[in-house]
Each structure stands twice: as C-alpha cells, then as structure tokens.
C-alpha cells in the first residue's frame, strides 16, 4: 500500500499568517517567517508575531516547531503556554537579525520543553 | 568561544523569491516555496517555480534542500543540472498538492542525488 506522504507536509507560505493560540484558547499571534537551519535544512524556529497594532510590538517570539500542535478546529497552532506567561517567552527585536545565537536557541528550547 | 548560529540561518520568507541558476550559470527559475515534514520539521522540498510568463507553465519543480547550494555572488541557488536537462527532472502541477507520495519523493531525490 502506498503511503500518501502529501497528508505530512506543509508548505512554508501556508504556515506564516496561521494563527497561534494558548491552551486555554486565547490568540496569541501568527506566524510571520521560519528560520531554518542553512546546513541541516531543519526548520529552527517558528517565528511568532504579536497581533499587536500601531507597530507598537516590535519584537517577534521564536518558537521550536515541536512545540506546537496544530488544531483542525481553530485552523492553528496551539502552544503549551498561557499568555500571561508568555511576556517572558524568549523574543527578539524584530530587526535583530543576530540574536539568534546557541545561547538564545537553548533558552528557547529550554523555555517550551524541547530537546535543543 | 560563543558561536554565532545566526550565521547558520535563513528565514524562509528571504528563500522563497530566489532565483535558482544551474550550473553553467543560466537562470532557471526561483523558489516559490518550501514543503516541510509537519513531523519531522525538514524542509523536504524546495519548490521551484519557472519563470514562465502568461501562466504558461503550470508546474512546479521540487528539488531537496540540499541539492540548492547559495552562490553569494549570484544571490542565489545554484542546482547541479543543467535547463536542458529540467524538463526530464520531476514535476509537479501548480494545483496537485497531494501529488508528494513516497514514489515521487524517491524519484525527486534519486534524479538529484540525495539520499531520500
């Protein structure tokens, strides 16, 4: 029987604007941009945007893609932490290219419980 | 000694958009987008799209990530294969998502030479 292998995939363009949302349902933002590993071809983070207004959010929350699960009834990702916890999620200002150093990568992983 | 991993990263809003050239240097296409393992969190496939104009060419081509490699003076990727050669390479209809089954995968990397 032939695996239909299509069911396990999904395209990058499909992923940034999906909505991210808490356990207990509250929306979180979206995703705005993978950033994925040059040499390992692994997508390191997904790059979560605040639904924040006026450009006044100006930082993005990088989240391991193994900690979220996607909801076929919200049509989003669900990530296993409540927003009032997530003010001191892992961020990074928006324009802040370099910050992704070892350093950040294991306090991310670390702060959703992902093997880094 | 801290190591800069940012270095080592792309976000995949910068891959999609750019240009793919072979290796004698003409241009072939650009990266429309990426299909990722939703489990496994690999970009499985790159997705070419031709340059075509007029909506002529209604077809991707899906190449394995590490069958791109960035030429920086190029801006771009480069893919060991030659245009005369594309049209034998693998396809996809723009509108077939669930075209991605194991056989065609196989069939993807083996025409690349990567390991499936």
């Known amino acids: 029987m032939e695996r239909d292998a299509s069911a396990d995939l999904i395209s990058s363009d499909r992923v940034s604007g999906t909505k991210v949302y808490a356990t207990d349902g509250e929306e979180l ?3 705005d941009h993978l950033m994925i590993g040059k040499r390992s071809g692994r997508v390191e983070y997904s ?8 450009g006044i959010n100006e930082k993005y929350h990088p989240i391991p893609w193994d900690a979220l699960d996607y909801d076929t009834e919200k049509n989003g990702y669900v990530v296993n932490i409540d927003k009032s916890r997530l003010k001191d999620a892992p961020s990074i200002a928006k324009d802040e290219r370099s910050g992704f150093n070892e350093d950040f990568g294991r306090n991310v992983y670390a702060y959703y419980g992902v093997m880094y």
């Open 47 to 54: 790059v979560m945007s605040f639904g924040g207004f006026l």
């Open 29 to 31: 933002g979206s995703i």
